[in-house]
Structures are given as structure tokens and as C-alpha cells.
T-cell receptor, first 115, second 114 residues
Framework: KNQVEQSPQSLIILEGKNCTLQ??????????LRWYKQDTGRGPVSLTIMTFSENTKSNGRYTATLDADTKQSSLHITASQLSDSASYICVVSAEKSGGYNKLIFGAGTRLAVHP | DAMVIQNPRYQVTQFGKPVTLSCSQTLNHNVMYWYQQKSSQAPKLLFHYYDKDFNNEADTPDNFQSRRPNTSFCFLDIRSPGLGDAAMYLC?????????????FGPGTRLTVL
């Protein structure tokens, strides 16, 4: 069964600190993996997207890694800001015939950055 | 700016009273999706349109219908909302071909059922 699991479920850190969010997946055949940021009451916004051959991708203070062998990804946030408080969702795309790649969503990690 | 727009942002309806949620896009994308997201849960795909072709997920209740009159607009109709249908409804779009996967989400419509 295609699944995406994220940990921790929630996290509280102080402003300026770094943190790392984890994502494990069992999706086959794998197409790509992306991290979304979802502010409360808003739609998800894409942070990074990685294909099988990529093992790291950065977007400002966000750095995502991918280990396709162990089927693990992480999202590292550097020098956190209050505006980083949000849910971070790991989404894996399952390659299917006919061109449509279904997205498998993780439940998200809820991050709270405190002053 | 090219974007995905959802109206209204907040919708209140009564139990059993039909409701329609609206999504429009200026990205000229072929594909439009509707997701249901309940509190602290991952978004759940209800259905999607590839151009005019409608693709329903196997576990989407018959109570949920969709219309896409043109490329820019897509509607979600809930024929008889129940209390369990209270959720955030997200519209997303993606282009066809090699960009089929990259989905751009709207801000969502939060539905309350009284």
C-alpha cells in the first residue's frame, strides 16, 4: 500500500533555531517527492520538488534531502522565523500508466516557532 | 499574477441544503483537482478533470459532484451536505505533459455545516 509517514507530528522550537522534519514513504513506482508549506486556513504552497536522481534541493532557508534507497526525505529549516509556523506536508508522486501521477500525502508536521 | 482563486473563502450551509464551491484559475492549466481536507489530516483527492475528462476517485461519495464548464472554472457541488462534510475544500491545478505533476493550490474554502 502506498503510504507517506511524517515525524514528528508536531514540533515547537524557538525563533532562530534550526529543525529537521522527517518523511518516510512506501510508494512505488516512485516519480517525485515534494514538500509543501501550509499556513493555517490556507492552501499548500510548494517548497521543493525532487526526482529520483536528486538528493538535495534548497529554497532559501529550506533544504530538502532525498534518499531513494532508504525511501526517506528530510526538510531542514535554518534560522527559523515566526513566519515558519505552519504545517509541512510531504507529498510523493506515484507513477502510473497513462500519464497521471497520483499524489500520496503525508499527514504533515505542525511546526510552531516561538519568540 | 497567475493564480488559483477559490470563492467563497468561508461557506456556511445547513444540513441537507445543496451548496456549490467555486474555483477559477488564470494559469491556463489542463488539469483541475478538488481535495477535501479535515482538521489535522492530509488532503484527500475527490476527483479531477483533465480538460473535459472527469476522473472520480473510487471512494468519493455520490453526494459530491463536479462541473467544469470551461478551462478556467471548476465547481464542486455537494448535493446534501452532512455534518461529516464540514472541512476545508482545496482546489488545485496542474499543466499537462511533463508538468502534469506540479500542482498549484488555491487558498481553500472552509465549509461549515449547521
Amino acid at each position: 500500500k502506498n503510504q507517506v509517514e511524517q515525524s514528528p507530528q508536531s514540533l515547537i522550537i524557538l525563533e532562530g533555531k534550526n529543525c529537521t522534519l522527517q518523511c518516510n514513504y512506501t510508494v512505488s513506482p516512485f516519480s517525485n517527492l515534494r514538500w509543501y508549506k501550509q499556513d493555517t486556513g490556507r492552501g499548500p504552497v510548494s517548497l521543493t520538488i525532487m526526482t529520483f536522481s536528486e538528493n538535495t534541493k534548497s529554497n532559501g532557508r529550506y533544504t530538502a534531502t532525498l534518499d531513494a534507497d532508504t525511501k526517506q526525505s528530510s526538510l531542514h529549516i535554518t534560522a527559523s522565523q515566526l513566519s515558519d509556523s505552519a504545517s509541512y506536508i510531504c507529498v510523493v508522486s506515484a507513477e502510473k500508466s497513462g500519464g497521471y501521477n497520483k499524489l500520496i500525502f503525508g499527514a504533515g508536521t505542525r511546526l510552531a516557532v516561538h519568540p | 499574477d497567475a493564480m488559483v482563486i477559490q470563492n467563497p473563502r468561508y461557506q456556511v450551509t445547513q444540513f441537507g441544503k445543496p451548496v456549490t464551491l467555486s474555483c477559477s484559475q488564470t494559469l491556463n492549466h489542463n488539469v483541475m483537482y478538488w481535495y477535501q481536507q479535515k482538521s489535522s489530516q492530509a488532503p484527500k483527492l475527490l476527483f479531477h478533470y483533465y480538460d473535459k475528462d472527469f476522473n472520480n476517485e473510487a471512494d468519493t461519495p455520490d453526494n459530491f459532484q463536479s462541473r467544469r464548464p470551461n478551462t478556467s472554472f471548476c465547481f464542486l457541488d455537494i448535493r446534501s451536505p452532512g455534518l461529516g462534510d464540514a472541512a476545508m475544500y482545496l482546489c488545485a491545478t496542474s499543466g499537462g505533459g511533463s508538468s502534469y505533476n506540479e500542482q498549484f493550490f488555491g487558498p481553500g474554502t472552509r465549509l461549515t455545516v449547521l
